[in-house]
């Protein structure tokens, strides 16, 4: 069973770079049938899917980020990133690693326990 | 992009009820669509993909169905540990948008 676990720092600052990582156990990163995802939910709101990093490493973002969404995969840590660039309060959420396998991508079958990033000066 | 609405965005009901939300593509996504429940504080949890593919361990009185542009997600009978949050996604072209969302709380 895949276990997914986020880390990073709980408050950036407005303007800066938001980094997370997501640690995977019980099944490698570099496996064919997974996909890697990172989704964000603002407190007290729905679910916004950000984008997804695939085993080979191409890479697939939500156009409405603007492109400040760079998601990357470590496959010697058996990790994957995510880092947002030029934050402001609006991107303050819990943010979720998943995952999901098989042959529909965007299917969540797995999820990290969530961590929430507030972005303040 | 595909705009994924939910209705209603709450429902109150009782334990033993039969209930039933919806969710609406703004185009054909064929079955290419999930159901999410999520408890306070809690990750959500995939209940049901391709529109009507139980995954394991899910109870059997959940249920979906539907194709195209128009979904339903059945509890036959609602249990306490019911109460939550329901959410529709579709993956059938990225972004894998979500609904709303749907709270269920209790009458």
């Known amino acids: 069973q895949l276990q997914l676990q986020e880390s990073g720092p709980g408050l950036v600052e407005p303007s800066q770079t938001l980094s997370l990582t997501c640690t995977v156990s019980?099944?490698?990163?570099?496996?064919?049938?997974?996909?890697w995802d990172w989704i964000r939910q603002p407190p007290g709101k729905g679910l916004e899917w950000m984008g997804s990093?695939?085993?080979?490493?191409?890479?697939n973002d939500n156009p409405s980020l603007k492109s400040r969404v760079t998601i990357s995969v470590d496959t010697s840590r058996n990790q994957f990133s995510l880092k947002v660039s030029s934050v402001t309060a609006a991107d303050t959420a819990v943010y979720y690693c998943?995952?999901?396998?098989?042959?529909?991508?965007?299917?969540?079958?797995?999820w990290g326990q969530g961590t929430l990033v507030t972005v303040s000066s | 992009d595909i705009q994924m609405t939910q209705s209603p965005s709450s429902l109150s009901a009782s334990v033993g009820d039969r209930v039933t939300i919806t969710c609406r593509a703004s185009q054909s996504i064929s079955i290419y669509l999930n159901w999410y429940q999520q408890k306070p504080g809690k990750a959500p949890k995939l209940l049901v993909s391709a529109a009507a593919s139980l995954q394991s361990g899910v109870p059997s009185r959940f249920s979906g169905s539907g194709s195209g542009t128009d979904f339903t997600l059945t509890i036959s009978s609602l249990q306490p540990e019911d109460f939550a949050t329901y959410y529709c996604?579709?993956?059938?072209?990225?972004?894998?948008?979500f609904g709303q969302g749907t709270k269920l709380e209790i009458k």
């Open positions: 019980g099944g490698s990163i570099d496996g064919s049938s997974y996909y």
């Open positions: 998943a995952s999901g396998h098989g042959g529909n991508p965007g299917t969540v079958h797995y």
């Open positions: 996604q579709q993956s059938y072209s990225a972004p894998y948008s």
């Open positions: 990093v695939y085993h080979s490493g191409t890479t």
